[in-house]
């Protein structure tokens, strides 16, 4: 991927931005800028040499920027865009990494200029830590990026943002609409988050649970550390997706339970089964 020619900014220097200015670092742009509203944090990443310049103020950047990679939270990418839609160069493309979709598109796209290009991106990569001190430069390899072009975008500017997120390591670039997007992220991603939040929960007191708990515990809850300011956000603006995927888990397991009532043996083989088959399927794409 030949990014010499691009002067790209990345908004937001936590754990998903950093990780972003780590991993382009080394496909060479031009120059690699960074926004953010803390000063030691961009101070940090100039030392670590992971960004060229750091901005409090967007203006610079924005007006000499040809890819502008915004990583905050979805109404905070909203908001930046809206806020600075004078601001960013003619022809810019201007892409995200929230984890939520239709609303997004749906609030940004009345107002773009129509000389920029706006393509929702998605990478499915994380850790539990969040802020610059957690990135890394390794995390988006062998994952999965999805973006979700719609009518008008450019198909240079799709095939472009596509070789980056693969240029940086990643294994699958998928494309969707928003709507797919956010139905299959409430199924794949969210209900996990809030089965596993739940599941911690059904214990009130966790003194001294430690010592009785075995790998399928920790493997089940491990995503119930979740960052507690932005995963509210992402739930409350996929409501009814989210919604919809509570119910089938809720129809799910109260068959389990009824059949554990019932002491329905041959229900609960076959639904163990059917579920073990389909994980290793899952797996054969993991």
């Known amino acids: 991927m030949d990014c010499t020619d691009f002067n790209i900014t990345i908004v937001g220097l936590g754990l998903i931005g950093g990780s972003f200015a780590m991993a382009l670092r080394e496909l060479k742009p031009k120059n690699i800028w960074a926004i953010d509203i803390d000063k030691n944090t961009l101070r940090a990443a100039e030392k670590m040499n992971i960004i060229d310049k750091g901005y409090t103020n967007p203006e610079i950047p924005l007006r000499s920027s040809d890819i502008v990679i915004i990583a905050v939270y979805p109404q905070k990418t909203i908001n930046f865009v809206k806020n600075n839609m004078n601001l960013f160069k003619s022809g810019a493309i201007i892409t995200d990494t929230a984890g939520i979709k239709s609303k997004l598109i749906h609030d940004i796209m009345p107002v773009l200029r129509k000389d920029l290009d706006f393509i929702g991106g998605h990478p499915m990569a994380g850790k539990e830590e969040s802020g610059l001190k957690a990135a890394s430069k390794d995390m988006f390899k062998n994952a999965n990026y999805i973006l979700t072009p719609i009518n008008g ?5 799709i095939n472009l943002v596509t070789e980056i997120a693969r240029g940086m390591g990643c294994k699958r670039v998928v494309h969707l609409t928003p709507k797919e997007h956010d139905d299959i992220i409430a199924y794949t991603s969210q209900l996990p988050h809030v089965i596993a939040v739940s599941l911690i929960d059904c214990n009130n007191s966790i003194d001294g649970i430690s010592q009785f708990i075995g790998g399928g515990f920790k493997d089940t809850t491990r995503v119930a550390t979740v960052n507690v300011e932005l ?14 995927k509570i119910e089938d888990f809720e129809r799910n397991i109260k068959e389990i339970k009824t059949a554990i009532i019932n002491n329905d043996e041959g229900f609960l083989k076959e639904r163990f089964e059917d579920a073990t088959k389909k994980r290793k399927e899952i797996g054969k794409g993991v």
Do not use: M
Not at 231 to 237: G, R
């Open 153 to 157: 975008n450019k198909e240079e500017n």
């Open 231 to 244: 995963w509210p956000e992402l739930l409350l603006n996929n409501k009814e997706n989210i919604i919809s």
